[in-house]
């Protein structure tokens, strides 16, 4: 099967602009994770979805959204961009509550 | 509240020694359990997982770890540690059922240096 893959994998913004980032989970898989990465406050979950719902969020300013479509693949949007949302976004993708596996993540710069 | 301790944020090994990083968590029930790896510009590589049974649990790559309910601790081992095991190692904890499904709680890892 085919891995988790995220598009694109690189990204530059200015401050104030919007970005949507793309996540296509593995065959079957319903779930879908977001978390972001910094090296200031390492891995912090964003939201999760299943079956197009959200189920889960973390502690995230509405800036952060997301949506999952019906063939499972999901989207997060970043509004009005600020310099410390620079970051190795992951998604990640599991069946039901099981074991989240992960993309190779989108590496976003704002500047 | 949930929460993941990796007590060592650095260590250095020579290759071939032995491996262990630490792992501790907070949770109020017993969790699944999940090491995985990063290397460098690269997402996470999951090493092993522990969900239920067998305390000892075996991964990829010859790690291991060993889930201990009464330390709430889920340490991982490797006995001959290799120049491509240098990495970064981050622990994580994710719910069996309630509010928080679907969400892992992570270490802050631990980045592993492997001397030739």
């Known amino acids: 099967k085919a891995g988790v893959t995220q598009t694109p994998r690189y990204l530059i913004k200015t401050r104030g602009q919007q970005v949507t980032l793309s996540c296509s989970p593995i065959s079957g898989h319903r779930s879908v994770s977001w978390y972001q990465q910094t090296p200031g406050q390492g891995l912090q979950f964003l939201f999760e979805y299943f079956s197009e719902t959200q189920r889960n969020k973390g502690n995230f300013p509405g800036r952060f959204s997301g949506r999952q479509f019906s063939n499972s693949r999901s989207e997060m949007n970043v509004s009005t961009l600020e310099l410390g949302d620079s970051a190795l976004y992951l998604c990640?993708?599991?069946?039901?509550?099981?074991?989240?596996?992960f993309g190779p993540g989108t590496r976003l710069l704002v500047l | 509240a949930q929460s993941v301790t990796q007590p060592d944020i650095h260590i250095t090994v020579s290759e071939g020694a032995s491996l262990e990083l630490r792992c501790n968590y907070s949770?109020?029930?017993?969790?699944?359990l999940f090491w995985y790896v990063q290397s460098p510009g690269q997402g996470l590589q999951l090493l092993l997982k522990?969900?239920?049974?067998?305390?000892l649990v075996q991964g990829i790559k010859g790690f291991e770890a060993e889930f201990k309910r009464s330390q709430s601790s889920f340490n991982l081992r490797k006995p001959s540690v290799h120049w491509s095991d240098a990495a970064e190692y981050f622990c994580?904890?994710?719910?069996?059922?309630?509010?928080?499904?679907?969400?892992?709680?992570f270490g802050r890892g631990t980045q592993l240096t492997v001397w030739p």
């Open positions: 949770y109020g029930a017993t969790p699944y």
């Open positions: 990640a993708s599991s069946v039901v509550e099981e074991t989240q596996y």
């Open positions: 522990y969900f239920s049974g067998d305390t």
């Open positions: 994580a904890v994710g719910a069996r059922r309630g509010s928080t499904l679907g969400r892992l709680y």
